[in-house]
């Protein structure tokens, strides 16, 4: 066992336990324009882009894609609704493990697929001094965004320039959602799962997870017991 010399962090279900106000939003959003959608249906294409989603409530329904218009009209929305929610709160467990990499000096990233300032500034009330905008890949940051590898890849091209010598094998992706998996496993990275929604564990390794665990307390020790 090794320790990792890169992290990088998803943000929702990872960072915040804002994936619950966002299946709402979703779920009300789309019935509100007479779109089929569960919270299910949240939960499996969580880390895609909000417009992709759109297109294919789109595709399914009309057997066209949204115009440019009525993507960001439902999209406007869903902000919107999960806005109103309030502020999601951090994942139990993440603020030891965030303080622990920190005292390892190990570099912390974030990769995204939201683009919402909102959540953005959120990250530096909430982890005051962990992140830094050298350290983000955000949905302005990527043409395809997840389950592309590209946001991962963007982000180790980031990381190579800070820290000399950074192998693939030095990085971890941590991750919650299936398509992040995806995402995290295409681009050539180790990936930790950390099952924090109502998905089944099967789902995530099926998308190559390396391991996945129940929360990160449990992750907490696996960090421990590498380094
Ligand atoms: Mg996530």
């Known amino acids: 066992m090794h320790m990792h010399r890169c992290f990088f962090f998803d943000m929702d279900g990872v960072l915040f336990d804002s994936m619950p106000f966002h299946a709402k939003a979703w779920v009300d959003t789309m019935h509100a324009y007479g779109f089929p959608f569960t919270s299910e249906d949240a939960y499996r294409f969580e880390g895609r882009t909000g417009k992709s989603v759109i297109d294919d409530a789109y595709m399914s329904r009309y057997g066209r894609h949204a115009t440019e218009d009525e993507w960001q009209t439902l999209y406007a929305k869903k902000t919107q609704c ?34 919402q300032q909102s959540l953005l500034n959120h990250l530096n009330h ?11 890949i955000t949905a302005r940051d990527v043409e395809r965004g997840k389950p592309d590898p590209e946001p991962y890849l963007k982000a180790y091209a980031k990381a190579c320039t800070m820290v000399g010598d950074l192998t693939k094998e030095q990085c971890v992706v941590i991750e919650n959602a299936p398509l992040g998996v995806r995402s995290g496993h295409a681009a050539g990275f180790e990936v930790y799962a950390v099952n924090t929604g109502p998905l089944p564990d099967d789902v995530l390794s099926c998308e190559g997870a390396n391991h996945v665990y129940r929360n990160m307390y449990q992750l907490l020790d696996i960090l421990h017991a590498e380094s």
């Open 82 to 115: 999960f806005r109103s929610q309030g502020e999601a709160k951090a994942i139990p467990g993440i603020h030891d493990i965030l303080a622990f990499l920190r005292s390892r000096g190990v570099l912390i990233f974030i990769v995204t697929g939201s683009g």
């Open 126 to 136: 909430e982890f005051p001094g962990i992140f830094t905008s050298d350290c983000m």
